[in-house]
């Protein structure tokens, strides 16, 4: 029996898995707290806690596949800021020390999502395509040719960077403007500051009428709702048919923490897809609502067990 061990560490949270099927169930699943993980970070005594109770889960896993925050650049995770000491963290030369001859695949989240989407869901059969993901952050994953596309600096898909407004602070500056104004985390600051209290994204929605008004809001803080939430589809939307301009794909897949709102958000995609793109792609809800990145954690170690792998260390 192939038993497979997944291994997703997020921005707050960490996932850990088993698999012995070869679709996406999952056998058995711890999570963890980073802030509860006794202090974790930095990021190698973080990996130090996740790696141990991995092996309390599994001992000898037949792969791995483990899903990160950021990206993986010269052996290095890169663009990574939100877990204390995970930046700059030599994840690949770490995990195969630890797991010696075993084969190990490793990707962003994003991307591992997409596979996914690839080997069990939306994106299955599809060529060219764009796995979005709406969450706390903004990005995507780009497939060409049946395969997550990892870029020159495995960067690819990393749309939170683009601008919104010419020479707006960007990068150099520290900034992800694209991220800022749509992604739920920049949503809910946007929000919070406009509104003079703490307001989640979900919240904003619901003041602006989604899935129902909320009941005795002032009808100021409604009207700023509506306002931002306004702005931020119109921007999604705009930025995301660039997209599917530049890359003229299949099929877009939508996923992701913000998909609560997918009654607001998918028809602006569809339709400003249609005004836009030469070509209007398909538009889907990605079949992983819950665990995208473990499953996708899985499709990666599925994908390192086979006769053929394709690395993504």
Not at 133 to 144: F, P, S, Y
Not at 189 to 206: I, M, N
Not at 238 to 263: F, K, Q
Not at 289 to 313: M, N, Q, S, T
């Amino acid at each position: 029996m192939t038993r497979v061990l997944g291994i997703d560490v997020g921005g707050t949270k960490v996932a850990i898995g088993l698999s012995e099927s070869d679709g996406p169930e999952i056998t058995e699943r711890v999570r963890l707290e980073i802030d509860t993980l006794n202090g974790s970070p930095p990021g190698a005594h973080l990996l130090e806690r996740v790696l141990a109770t991995a092996r309390d889960l599994i001992g000898s896993p037949t792969a791995v596949g483990f899903s990160t925050c950021g990206v993986i650049r010269e052996g290095r995770v890169r663009l990574a800021p939100n877990v204390p000491g995970w930046d700059g963290l030599e994840l690949p030369r770490l995990l195969g020390r630890a797991y010696g001859g075993t084969p190990v695949a490793i990707d962003n989240d994003v991307n591992a999502a997409a596979a996914a989407e690839l080997r069990w869901g939306a994106l299955r059969g599809v060529s060219t395509g764009v796995y979005l993901n709406l969450g706390t952050g903004l990005a995507a994953a780009l497939v060409v040719g049946g395969r997550v596309v990892a870029g020159a600096h495995g960067a690819a898909g990393e749309i939170g960077y683009q601008l919104v407004a010419p020479g707006e602070p960007a990068f150099a500056e520290g900034r992800a403007p694209l991220e800022e104004r749509v992604s739920g985390g920049g949503l809910a600051g946007r929000g919070s500051a406009e509104l003079g209290r703490p307001v989640t994204a979900a919240g904003l929605f619901g003041l602006a009428g989604h899935p129902a008004p909320v009941r005795d809001a002032e009808p100021a803080e409604r009207l700023g709702a509506a306002e931002l939430v306004e702005e931020m589809l119109a921007t999604l939307a705009m930025s995301v048919a660039n997209l599917c301009v530049a890359l003229d794909p299949e099929r877009l897949v939508v996923g992701g923490g913000m998909m609560g709102a997918a009654d607001r958000i998918m028809p602006r995609l569809v339709a400003e897809l249609r005004r836009v793109v030469p070509f209007p792609p398909e538009v889907r809800p990605a079949r992983f609502a819950d665990d995208a990145p473990l499953l996708g954690a899985f499709a990666l170690a599925r994908a390192a067990a086979e006769p053929h792998p394709v690395r993504h260390a």
